[in-house]
Structure formats: C-alpha cells, structure tokens
C-alpha cells in the first residue's frame, strides 16, 4: 500500500460501482479516491469520513464543494492552520499550514455512509498515511466512524478512546482529539457550532505546542 490509493483503486465493489456511476452521470468530476490534501510534514492531520458525493468526489480535495467545508477550512484558517480564501473548489489558493486532511474511507460511498467491510478495506491507505507524516503529533477525528478507524489504524481498539465530543487521548506518540463531523446537519442543528469547532482545534494547536520537537 502507498498513503495514496490509485485513481482507480478496485478494492470496494460497491465504491467502484458507485464512482463508475457518478462518471457516467458526471463526466466531468474527479470521481476517484479523494486524495489528502495539505503539508507533507504536518503536524496536525485531520481525518474525516468519507468524500461527499457532491464535495471531494466532485472537486478532489477534501471537504471541498460541499457545505461541510465551509465551516471547517474558516475554523483551520482561523486557528493558523491554512491561509487563504476558502472558496469551494480545488484552485481556489487555499493552503494548508502544519496540517493535513485526509479521510478514513476514500471513496464517496452512497448516502453518505461506508461500510464497515469498506472502512477495512481502506485502513492500510490510512495506516500508511499516519506513517508517512513524520513529524506528526495530533489528529482530529471528525465523528464517531473516523475516530474508531483511526484507533484501528494505530493498532488499539476502538474502545481504546471514548465516543463524544471535545474527547482526548494519548495513542501511543500522538495525542487524538475527537469533534461531532462538521456535516451540514450538525452545524445547522446547533449540534456542533463554530466556537465548539474552533476549541477543537484550539486544543490541537495547545498539544502541538506543548510538544514542539
Ligand atoms: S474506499 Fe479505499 S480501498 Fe475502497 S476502493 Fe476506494 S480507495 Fe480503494
């Protein structure tokens, strides 16, 4: 396995058969593993779930194109993680700083929600990705599903960190920071607002400094 998947990965038959629809739908969309998106030697990663149909699947780069992103890349822009202007597509000039953003299953998966059989099929990019940052120290696990897959990928189990927001624990060298998925239906609930988010990654940039080697 390599940190990336090739574009046209054939390891989740239902994901395949999903993208290959998508391409014929929308010819002009990436349709492919979404392929992480940031700085090589990243401090911070931040896992996701999945690429939405309509976002990284559409686009290409994570959490862009779809209205997950908006709230996320102004919270990383405001806690010094990226500069630039957020503006929903790839060419847009926003970068990342000290940070990486990868997801813990690749491809869209229908309805939003992989399978567990796909989530274990994905886990070795996952793996690799979390050893091919090497000066990594802190991950933000968006939702429940990206937390248990990256305590899977780092060898615990998914009891090894408890479920909630705002939850932290120390995983061997790193330190995981759990927050409620940025998804639109949490942010227009109220369920995760901007301040929460914000803490989030306030307490991400906190253990980065606390740790500075
Ligand atoms: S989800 Fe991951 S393992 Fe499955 S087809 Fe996509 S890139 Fe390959």
């Given at each position: 396995m390599t940190p990336e998947p090739p574009r046209?990965?054939?390891?989740c038959p239902r994901l395949v058969a999903y993208r290959e629809e998508n391409r014929r739908q929308?010819?002009?969309?990436?349709?492919?593993?979404a392929p992480s998106f940031g700085?090589?030697?990243?401090?911070l990663l931040v896992a996701g779930l999945a690429p939405g149909r309509t976002g990284a699947n559409r686009t290409?780069?994570?959490?862009?194109?779809?209205?997950?992103g908006w709230i996320l890349y102004q919270t990383l822009t405001k806690t010094g993680f990226a500069t630039g202007v957020y503006d929903?597509?790839?060419?847009?000039?926003l970068q990342l700083v000290d940070c990486m953003i990868t997801n813990a299953v690749r491809c869209a998966p229908p309805l939003n929600k992989p399978l567990p059989i796909e989530e274990k099929t994905c886990r070795p990019f996952l793996i690799d990705r979390l050893t091919a940052?090497?000066?990594?120290k802190v991950i933000v696990t968006l939702g429940d599903v990206s937390r248990k897959s990256v305590l899977k990928a780092l060898?615990?189990?998914?009891?090894a960190m408890a479920a909630g927001h705002g939850v932290e624990a120390k995983v061997g060298p790193y330190t995981l920071i759990n927050s409620y998925h940025c998804s639109r239906l949490n942010t227009n609930t109220g369920r995760l607002t901007p301040e929460m988010f914000e803490a989030i990654f306030a307490r991400a940039r906190a253990a980065i400094e606390a740790d500075p080697v």
């Amino acid at each position: 396995m390599t940190p990336e998947p090739p574009r046209d990965c054939p390891l989740c038959p239902r994901l395949v058969a999903y993208r290959e629809e998508n391409r014929r739908q929308n010819p002009d969309w990436f349709n492919g593993p979404a392929p992480s998106f940031g700085d090589p030697d990243a401090r911070l990663l931040v896992a996701g779930l999945a690429p939405g149909r309509t976002g990284a699947n559409r686009t290409g780069r994570p959490f862009t194109g779809d209205g997950a992103g908006w709230i996320l890349y102004q919270t990383l822009t405001k806690t010094g993680f990226a500069t630039g202007v957020y503006d929903a597509r790839p060419g847009d000039g926003l970068q990342l700083v000290d940070c990486m953003i990868t997801n813990a299953v690749r491809c869209a998966p229908p309805l939003n929600k992989p399978l567990p059989i796909e989530e274990k099929t994905c886990r070795p990019f996952l793996i690799d990705r979390l050893t091919a940052l090497p000066r990594l120290k802190v991950i933000v696990t968006l939702g429940d599903v990206s937390r248990k897959s990256v305590l899977k990928a780092l060898g615990v189990p998914a009891s090894a960190m408890a479920a909630g927001h705002g939850v932290e624990a120390k995983v061997g060298p790193y330190t995981l920071i759990n927050s409620y998925h940025c998804s639109r239906l949490n942010t227009n609930t109220g369920r995760l607002t901007p301040e929460m988010f914000e803490a989030i990654f306030a307490r991400a940039r906190a253990a980065i400094e606390a740790d500075p080697v």
